[in-house]
């Protein structure tokens, strides 16, 4: 055991991480449409933080990724108000319904919303992220120089190419690198300086992040768990006991995180 290794230490010793920033980049609360999570409320997750030595989590409401955006994000909102150093809350907008959007996308920000989340398959069929009902979505994001955390498990890289080319404001997180066409992740994240690759996947390919720190792109990887969905202590050990460096794993835990998400 590397004795210096203080994320794999901690790990094995099954104590949270100390004296270092952890940022949970991908997360979630509520209930899916059609599958029960247990206790998928905010007092639960800053429980599992604080087990875990994760200082804040970002998240988005799963009921507004299913298309329930007014209820949802009203979930999300009231988690900031209660516990406003831990959590950062991306707004989710029905993207469906265009007339709806300028409203929703102003008053996230007076509710405290500081990101983006976007996921096609919650407005499929019909609706690409290329759709143009998305540019205003996009426009706003990039006027104020917001995060967007993008559900991609492959086949959407090539919708958001244009856009990541026409909004260079935008801190573009690509969720679920390893999920499918791995090269071309990680092509775009060595192409375009604003676009970053996350890692949260259910499947924890054996090697990804040593991979992806192999290929040069330590500076790009955010690390994410996609609770409530998968669990943060199985998603934190993917990177507490990838066989890279300390420093590594430092940027890709929270230093990254912190650079994307504009946090001081």
Request: hydrophobic share 45%; charged share 20%; proline share 6%.
């Amino acid at each position: 055991m590397n004795t210096h290794d203080v994320f794999a230490t901690a790990g094995r010793l099954g104590r949270p991480v100390s004296g270092e920033v952890l940022i949970d980049a991908h997360g979630h609360l509520g209930h899916g449409p059609d599958f029960p999570i247990i206790r998928p409320t905010a007092e639960a997750l800053v429980a599992s933080m604080d087990r875990l030595g994760i200082q804040f989590t970002c998240i988005s409401s799963i009921q507004a990724i299913f298309g329930d955006a007014e209820h949802g994000n009203a979930l999300v909102a009231e988690a900031l108000r209660a516990y406003p150093d831990r959590f950062f809350g991306y707004l989710v907008v029905d993207v469906g319904y265009p007339a709806k959007v300028a409203a929703q996308l102003a008053g996230g920000i007076a509710a405290g919303f500081r990101g983006l989340k976007v996921w096609s398959y919650g407005a499929r069929p019909g609706l690409p992220y290329n759709h143009p009902n998305y540019g205003p979505v996009f426009a706003y994001a990039n006027e104020h120089a917001m995060p967007v955390l993008a559900h991609v498990f492959g086949p959407e890289l090539e919708e958001l190419r244009g856009h990541i080319k026409k909004y260079p404001r935008i801190r573009w997180l690509l969720a679920h690198i390893g999920s499918a066409e791995l090269e071309k992740y990680m092509g775009f994240a060595q192409e375009f300086p604003t676009v970053y690759v996350e890692l949260c996947l259910s499947t924890c390919p054996r090697g990804l992040v040593e991979h992806l720190v192999a290929a040069g792109l330590e500076d790009k990887v955010v690390w994410g768990s996609d609770v409530v969905f998968l669990d943060q202590a199985s998603q934190l050990g993917r990177v507490l006991f990838a066989q890279i460096p300390v420093g590594a794993k430092r940027k890709i835990l929270g230093l990254n995180a912190r650079k994307v998400l504009g946090l001081k």
